[in-house]
């Protein structure tokens, strides 16, 4: 065996083959027919299908069928970020000219959080778009909720606290940013999918001297008549 081939990531290859096979298969496979056509151990291949699912690559239907997602149909095509601005744009444009404040659409990008478009106000007074800039993922109102479905990119020396916040955002599914990755800056984030490492995200964002729980009440509200036209998301289905 060579080194390079010595090398390969084999349990990759796996889930790789193992998403190459239920992409052809629209009516999906039972676990059965997996491991006949992978030839591999169904507790390996149950290990494998739960990662997916966990992934959001991967959902298990009526009768125990296994089949791709929407979200991995996307996911693979040239550039799945426009067909989300293309999507959700609109939304953006009319929850940020009512409210008077910037929303921003984001995602999960390998390890790191990633702001792939924001819709400003037309006010003299804004927040500066975060779009370009990197802030720590565990301090965003997104990147909380994100950490619920990557605990693995919690950072190492996080405190109890932040661990039992995080718990209580996962149950939420909302969760808000009060002054952390930016001074002066309020945030509120939740999902528009189901939770998982594909799906985006929105958030509303405020200077801290115009948010109020009535502003914040009116962008729930917003999103939630946003949800039954787009919809549902998770917050309100």
Known sequence: MSKETRQLATSLFKGLD???LLSAERQGLGIQDLVGAMGLPRTSLLRLLDSLIHYGLVSRGEGRRYRVTQTFREWRMEDPDQLLRERFGPMMRRITDDLGEMTTLGRLSGREFMHIHCEE??????VTP?????FAIEKMAMGKLLLGVRPDLI?????EECRTELEAIKKQRFAMNLAESEDAIVAWATWLGEPSPLSPLV???????RFSEESLERAVYLLERESER????PLFG
């Open 230 to 233: 787009l919809g549902p998301f």
């Open 18 to 20: 193992l998403l190459s």
């Open 155 to 159: 950072p190492a020396g996080a405190s």
């Open 121 to 126: 106000p037309d006010c003299r007074v804004r």
């Open 203 to 209: 958030a509303v964002t405020w200077p801290d001297f």
């Open 130 to 134: 975060p779009v370009g800039r990197r």
